[in-house]
Antibody, heavy 119, light 112 residues
Framework: VRLAESGGGVVQPGRSLRLSCAASGFTFSNSGMHWVRQAPGKGLEWVALIWYDKSNKYYADSVKGRFTISRDNSNNTLYLHMDSLRVDDTAVYYC?????????????WGQGTVVTVSS | QSVLTQPPSVSGAPGQTVTISCTGSSSNIGTGYDVHWYQQFPGRPPKLLIYSDNKRPSGVPDRFSGSKSATSASLAITGLQAEDEADYYCQSYDNSRIALYVFGSGTKVTVL
């Protein structure tokens, strides 16, 4: 059972970045998937959720309108497209599996990918 | 700032019991939504420690226990061990529309 994020890096404010997360060892197409981030030295912040069948997507207010979550169930891959990046988006971004559709908790975490937004 | 409030730090000697509180509101814990707990070591991703208020995933020692009442929850570590020194976060669901899922501010447990 594994989640492996990629795509992080250093980007200037206002630019875009796409994160990917490759899933293995479980039935990805049956799982709601989330992105959770952690700014340097700070706590955890939930970012976005996509249902197992892509029918619903939800975002934290802090990223709504700028970030887009998507998935490819045929390739067991989760994505996070980030536009209009801001300095305060700097964080480790974790790909996370949600255990149930409603009021979920997170049982599988990736190692994280670092996004640094800086001029 | 985090929606769920935790003490920044707690400490205890080996063998002692420490308790971490997690205080929410009527839009999350107070509505009856489950509380879950995660353990995080420096440079590592969080790990699920307690789910649905008081259940332990396979492999989590029984010295970790959770409880919930009204708008707050607690994580207790009994028989504290040096390897328990880490950051701990509570998490719940929130119906305020700001964010569906909310975390606590995190508590650093130090073993003296």
């Amino acid at each position: 059972v594994r989640l492996a994020e990629s795509g992080g890096g250093v980007v200037q404010p206002g630019r875009s970045l796409r994160l990917s997360c490759a899933a293995s060892g479980f039935t990805f197409s049956n799982s709601g998937m989330h992105w959770v981030r952690q700014a340097p030295g700070k706590g955890l912040e939930w970012v976005a959720l996509i249902w197992y069948d892509k029918s619903n997507k939800y975002y934290a207010d802090s990223v709504k309108g700028r970030f887009t979550i998507s998935r490819d169930n045929s390739n067991n891959t989760l994505y996070l497209h980030m536009d209009s990046l801001r300095v305060d988006d700097t964080a480790v971004y974790y790909c996370v599996r949600g255990v149930r559709v409603a009021a979920s908790y997170f049982d599988i975490w990736g190692q994280g990918t670092v996004v640094t937004v800086s001029s | 700032q985090s929606v769920l409030t935790q003490p920044p730090s707690v400490s205890g000697a080996p063998g002692q019991t420490v308790t971490i509180s997690c205080t929410g509101s009527s839009s999350n814990i107070g509505t009856g939504y489950d509380v879950h707990w995660y353990q995080q070591f420096p440079g590592r991703p969080p790990k699920l420690l307690i789910y649905s208020d008081n259940k332990r995933p396979s492999g989590v020692p029984d010295r970790f226990s959770g409880s919930k009442s009204a708008t707050s929850a607690s994580l207790a570590i009994t028989g504290l061990q040096a390897e328990d020194e880490a950051d701990y976060y509570c998490q719940s669901y929130d119906n305020s529309r700001i964010a569906l899922y909310v975390f606590g501010s995190g508590t650093k447990v130090t073993v003296l």
